[in-house]
């Protein structure tokens, strides 16, 4: 099976950087997104890595190293919009994504 | 294009009664994936399609929970008989290729 982990709750004010990190434990590895949830709201996608290194997309990047079964989401110049919860997951060669159980970013002025 | 559409919004239900859900995806994505979540458990991939063929239905919960897509653009998911348990917010998604998956808005499934 897979499991994935990261942080239960992230604060940070508006205008920092925060990092979110994410491990996981998986066979068939493809590659790892990530998605932001607004309360009431639906997961939207961020971000897909499959390959080492970083991707930029704006204000945010994300990070894959698949030799240490790990990744990040990096949210620069925080904006109060930001507050949501963002969950990493992973995409197997069996087709489908597992979900980690989310990361609540608060994020004060 | 609409994104991915679902229906109803919003179920309210007496346990024991039949729950349909409906879900029209992004035409062109390949693959479907209802999913449920709830704060417990988080999000729980129920049931995935690859080309309107069942690829992986490990993580439906019981015989109660049934799901069909006859075509590209429509898949329902079932439930009878309903129980409180089964009160949650159930997500349809595509994708083309896996990459990543665009969300319906939810259904929001209450049964009291």
């Known amino acids: 099976g897979q499991s994935l982990e990261q942080p239960s709750e992230v604060t940070a004010v508006e205008g920092a950087i925060v990092q979110i990190n994410c491990t996981y434990q998986t066979s068939g590895f493809y590659g790892l997104s990530w998605y932001q949830q607004h309360d009431g709201g639906a997961p939207t996608f961020l971000s897909y890595n499959a390959l080492d290194g970083l991707e930029e997309t704006g204000r945010f990047s994300s990070f894959l190293s698949r030799s240490d079964s790990y990744g990040y989401l990096l949210l620069q110049e925080l904006q109060m919009k930001d507050s949501a919860s963002y969950f990493c997951a992973v995409n197997t060669n069996a087709g489908k994504s597992t979900f980690g159980d989310g990361t609540t970013l608060t994020v004060k002025p | 294009d609409a994104g991915v559409i679902q229906s109803p919004r919003h179920e309210v239900t007496e346990m024991g009664q039949e729950v349909t859900l409906r879900c029209k995806p992004i035409s062109g994505h390949n693959s479907l994936f209802w999913y449920r979540q709830t704060m417990m458990r988080g999000l729980e991939l129920l049931i995935y399609f690859n080309n309107n063929v069942p690829i992986d239905d490990s993580g439906m919960p019981e015989d109660r929970f049934s799901a069909k897509m006859p075509n590209a653009s429509f898949s329902t998911l079932k439930i009878q008989p309903s129980e409180p348990r089964d009160s949650a917010v159930y997500f349809c998604?595509?994708?083309?290729?896996?990459?990543?998956?665009?969300f319906g808005s939810g259904t929001r499934l209450t049964v009291v």
């Open positions: 998604a595509s994708s083309l290729e896996g990459r990543g998956y665009t």
